[in-house]
């Protein structure tokens, strides 16, 4: 994620926070949704947000007031303004109750995108959000990811195998090897994205050594799959996508393996493990010790 930041979106249209997850994950922002003020005050009070992009006319609770209950609130969070067409009072009182800029509606990618990113901008200026070191590849693998991207260039549809080739090499799809390949291939960052975030083979974080895949479809859920999914983390001292300090075992959940009959179902690398219980996790382990 672009320096670990979480972006909440309020807006009573959920078109718009879709618009505008599509944009900014492509970018590697952490964003969730509030389809009202309420909802999004309760996630705050449970969650810390850098940035907040809210809408202004919205039922039981206008933009205005949640601005205001921020600002007494969580006044280092950043606040950014979606709007259409507000009158110059609404502007006014916002910019008074200290908002950094505002994304006018219908906006596009490049608007959204650059207003997040001034606005960010400000908060590293002020010491609300460190910055952290950009990621680095070395040139070697760079030059492998853009051999692999011009022999497919010509090719319609490329966009899968590319993704495949370029996680082999590099081991996962962070948000900088995603837009490399998006400029290559001449299509946008969060078309890619939304390839990657799609199919449960993509990674945008790095695997262990034996990454393990947990099913929590309906016919391994309903047979008590997340028990064994307790008793993995426990084990192994990590959450659902981390990766333990030796780099042996991540963990990750998919909707569906495709072996329903042998559920409740976990994969390790390319091993598929059926009936799995708690018991029956620590042995499995035992076999990559």
């Not at 030059?143 to 080739?165: C, F, H, M, N």
């Not at 799959?225 to 008793?231: M, T």
């Not at 390319?270 to 035992?286: D, F, M, N, Q, S």
Request: proline share 6%.
């Amino acid at each position: 994620m672009v320096d670990d930041i979480k972006i909440l979106v309020v807006d009573d249209e959920r078109v718009v926070i879709r618009s505008v997850e599509m944009v900014l994950k492509a970018e590697g922002y952490d964003i969730e949704g509030a389809s009202s003020g309420k909802d999004a005050i309760l996630k705050m009070e449970q969650n810390n947000y850098n940035l907040v992009l809210t809408d202004l006319n919205m039922p039981e609770m206008d933009g205005i007031t949640l601005i205001r209950w921020l600002r007494q609130q969580k006044p280092e969070t950043g606040i950014v303004i979606l709007t259409g067409y507000p009158s110059q009072e609404t502007i006014k009182e916002a910019l008074e109750l200290g908002i950094i800029d505002y994304v006018p509606k219908p906006f596009t990618p490049a608007v959204l995108l650059d207003v997040t990113q001034r606005a960010i901008e400000w908060l590293r200026k002020r010491g609300v959000v460190e910055e952290k070191p950009t990621e680095e590849f070395p040139p070697s693998m760079l030059d492998e990811i853009d051999r692999v991207i011009k022999q497919y260039k010509e090719i319609p549809g490329s966009s899968i195998p590319v993704l495949q080739r370029c996680q082999q090499i590099v081991g996962y799809l962070p948000p900088h090897v995603q837009k490399r390949i998006a400029k290559g291939l001449n299509l946008s960052p969060a078309h890619v994205h939304s390839i990657v975030s799609f199919y449960s083979y993509f990674t945008m974080k790095p695997r262990g050594d034996h990454n393990i895949r947990v099913c929590l479809g309906t016919a391994c859920y309903v047979k008590r799959i997340e028990e064994s999914l307790n008793k993995l983390k426990q084990e192994l001292k990590i959450d659902v996508g981390d990766v333990t300090e030796d780099k042996k075992f991540s963990i990750e959940v998919v909707r569906c393996l495709g072996a329903c009959g042998l559920a409740p179902v976990i994969v390790v690398d390319e091993e598929t493990y059926g009936a799995v219980t708690p018991k029956k996790v620590a042995e499995i382990l035992e076999e990559y010790a």
